[in-house]
């Protein structure tokens, strides 16, 4: 069989056109991959928080497109004892309630973590205060903080420990303090049930080896369980943070920043001025002063999770 004849079996393989070219691309498939997820982003978080920051520089209010003021709303907040209140009770409400969160949930997480009866329908009920809608909690606290109605009142009364109803709401260090309590229930569920899933990943030899060696149970939780859990810890913290920190729902359902102004957040102020008071270049002004928090809180946690490298056997940076 000649050579010629031998050309003529020879498969040839049809060159790909270009859009077979284009969709063999690993930039393009990724570029159409993340469109829709950066086009949400763009749309429902991107746009909302530039309008934000414009609007704090303007005088816009509700029904009246404003025009440039500069800096004018944030002196005029500067100088805002009401401001400065809800500066100073967002700090304490997070950083109580933070802690509060953080000492129950990991302790809860501790106790969940050994050799329970019925211990997967403890994790469960658990999970309640955090799957209820929040406004559904705050009627609650609502009615159980209420004056003539509160069941802690009436419970009080009936034992004879007081004569009269507890005034938890209509003065402002017990409302205050209510309403702490009330973000603490709600959120030790989170934070009980997210370091549980760390206290799962530690290697119990490791608590075996300490045994041996006569550690004592505050010996193994210092030297093991802390250490291990730092990584998750710190991202649980900075959402706890962050999420106690930008509260709203249950301060407003609750309270409504009253009384006097007194259990204001930035939030519900913002929402405060912005929408029932009309002033939306003020509210965003108020939100836009939330920012530095936050970003604060992501910073501590990117500084936080870099103990990871001693896990790995790195040191530290």
Known sequence: MTDASLSTWVHRRAEPSWLGRLFDSKPFLVVVCLFPAVGLLMTFLTYPLALGIYLAFTDTTIGRAGIWVGVENFTYLFQDPIFWGAVFYSVFYTGIATIGKFGLGLWLALLLNNHLPFKSFLRAIILLP????????????????????????????????????????????????????????????????????????????????????????????????????????????????????????????????????????????????????????????????????????????????????????????
């Open 130 to 317: 955090w799957i209820v809608p929040t406004v559904l909690t705050a009627i609650a606290f609502w009615w159980i903080y209420d004056p003539q109605f509160s069941i802690i009142s009436h419970l009080l009364i009936k034992s004879g420990l007081r004569e009269t109803n507890v005034d938890f709401i209509n003065t402002a260090w017990p409302a205050r303090w209510s309403l702490i309590a009330a973000n603490i229930w709600r959120g030790i569920p989170f934070v009980a049930i997210s370091l549980l899933a760390g206290l799962q990943t530690i290697s119990p030899s490791l608590y075996e080896a300490a045994m041996l060696d006569g550690a004592t149970a505050w010996q193994r939780f210092k030297y093991i369980t802390f250490p291990m859990l730092l990584p998750i810890l710190a991202i649980v913290m900075t959402f706890s943070i962050i999420f106690t920190f930008t509260d709203f729902q249950l301060v407003y359902a609750i309270t409504r920043g009253g009384p006097v102004n007194s259990t204001h957040l930035l939030a519900t102020l913002a929402f405060q001025r912005a929408i029932p008071g009309g002033q939306l270049g003020e509210g965003s002004a108020i939100a836009v002063s939330m920012i530095p928090f936050l970003v604060f809180a992501t910073l501590f946690s990117y500084f936080a999770l870099a103990r990871r490298k001693w896990q790995q056997g790195e040191t530290n940076d």
